[in-house]
């Protein structure tokens, strides 16, 4: 888990009056970034050239 996601579980208050959203929004919203990020990983791994 990334250092941002665990100040916002430990300080769920200040940090979604900061960003203006409900909890839930929040970790909906980093919980999809994530799953895209891992989409885009999993595409690049896959076009990788490997020379055995």
Do not use: C, F
């Not at 200040?14 to 960003?19: A, I, V």
């Not at 970034?33 to 896959?46: G, P």
């Amino acid at each position: 888990m990334s250092q941002l996601r665990e100040h916002i579980e430990r300080h769920p208050s200040e940090t979604t009056g900061l960003l203006e959203l409900k909890y839930d929004q929040l970790i909906g919203l980093i919980t999809h970034a994530e799953n895209l990020y891992n989409q885009q990983k999993k595409v690049q791994d896959n076009s990788k050239i490997r020379i055995i």
